[in-house]
């Protein structure tokens, strides 16, 4: 069990970036693939980012890939999602989830552990 904090959200403009932070307390953040899932209103939660234990591979929505990448940086116990070229319909909240396994999992019923969100707004 990991306690997952987000940040990093914001108003920006169509083609702007912003960079997210998830901070997971404790001292096992290296045994768990994390996640990056976002909800629209009135949306289903969908799949955005997902990175490996150790970060060596990433994997991303079709709709995301090319514009975000997912990080982690396992001695500050933080993963990240750089967003580039942000378009108005990335707007929404964005949720950092943890899971203890090593298989790559899409579905955000399969994760355990939830931040509460950070709120990343797109303007046209």
């Known amino acids: 069990q990991v306690q997952l904090v987000e940040s990093g959200g914001g108003l920006v403009q169509a083609g702007g970036s912003l960079r997210l932070s998830c901070a997971a307390s404790g001292r096992t953040f290296g045994s768990y693939s994390m996640a990056w899932f976002r909800q629209a209103p009135g949306k289903e939660r969908e799949f955005v980012a997902h990175?490996?234990?150790?970060?060596?591979?990433?994997y991303y929505a079709d709709s995301v890939e090319g514009r975000f990448t997912i990080s982690r940086d396992n001695a500050k116990n933080t993963v990240y999602l750089q967003m580039k070229s942000l378009k108005p319909e990335d707007t929404a909240v964005y949720y950092c989830a943890a899971r203890d396994s090593i298989l790559l999992v899409t579905r955000s019923r399969e994760y355990d552990n939830w931040g509460q969100g950070t709120q990343v707004t797109v303007s046209s």
């Open positions: 990175i490996s234990r150790s970060g060596g591979t990433t």
